[in-house]
């Protein structure tokens, strides 16, 4: 089973309508929560941290829920420039490897 | 903006040459990594390396070796490139922190798009 699980899309959405996303981890292990944004053929960028209590960044607002393993991502009032891939992200404290991405969810926000 | 960097951007090198993709990065920045990707693809962690000296294999096999002679630098190598090597390869780097505690975030180079013909 992979560390961190996310729905691929597409997301298709209109400008202006409100988008969520979600992402599983397996490991209840893991300590530390981020959303990456990746544009098309560019290097993913951090969008934002995720913490237990949320936390809103502008239109952005992320959720975690540690007893369900689950944490999101809700985008209000989307734009044309959120069109990207997100990423979800979670790390542990391990001899090896921290990060484990998901697979990313793609959106794209139709005009 | 975060510093780090990767040279060449875009390679086009016939199968069976040696190639070295280069990424520094200076933030001093103590942990380092590469991943590759495929177009639409996820991010495979190929190798990362903690420190100088150090350098560990990612969950992903594959051919290439790295080294970690200095902290600012973290090159990755193909001795004989083959045409599945063709991909993008990504550089990250993590910044230092308290002990027990996983890095904050990673900070990504621009990548560098291979095609082995």
């Known amino acids: 089973r992979k560390e961190v699980e996310q729905d691929p899309g597409p997301f298709n959405v209109p400008e202006g309508a409100t988008v969520a996303f979600n992402c599983t981890y397996s490991?209840?292990?893991?300590?530390?929560f981020f959303w990456y944004r990746q544009d098309c053929r560019k290097e993913p960028k951090l969008l934002m941290s995720v913490y237990s209590s949320g936390n809103e960044d502008g239109r952005f607002t992320a959720q975690l829920n540690r007893a369900s393993q689950y944490i999101s991502l809700l985008i209000r009032d989307s734009k044309l420039s959120d069109s990207a891939t997100y990423l979800c992200v979670a790390t542990r404290t391990v001899t090896g490897n921290q990060f484990y991405f998901g697979t990313g969810t793609s959106l794209t926000v139709i005009p | 903006e975060a510093d780090i960097y990767q040279t060449p951007r875009y390679l086009v090198i016939g199968t069976g040459k040696k190639i070295t993709l280069e990424c520094s990065q200076t933030?001093?920045?103590?942990?380092m990594y590469w991943y590759q990707q495929d177009p639409g693809m996820e991010l495979h962690l190929i190798h990362y390396?903690?420190?100088?000296?150090?350098?560990e294999k990612g969950d992903l096999s594959s051919e290439s070796t790295v080294s970690r002679i200095r902290t600012e630098h973290f090159p990755l190598t193909l001795e004989s490139a083959r045409p599945s090597h063709t991909s993008q390869y990504l550089c990250a780097s993590s910044p230092p922190g308290p002990s027990g505690v996983p890095p904050r975030t990673q900070y990504f180079g621009p990548g560098t798009r291979l095609l082995v013909l």
């Open positions: 490991n209840s292990a893991s300590q530390s």
């Open positions: 933030m001093g920045h103590d942990k």
């Open positions: 390396s903690y420190g100088v000296n150090s350098t």
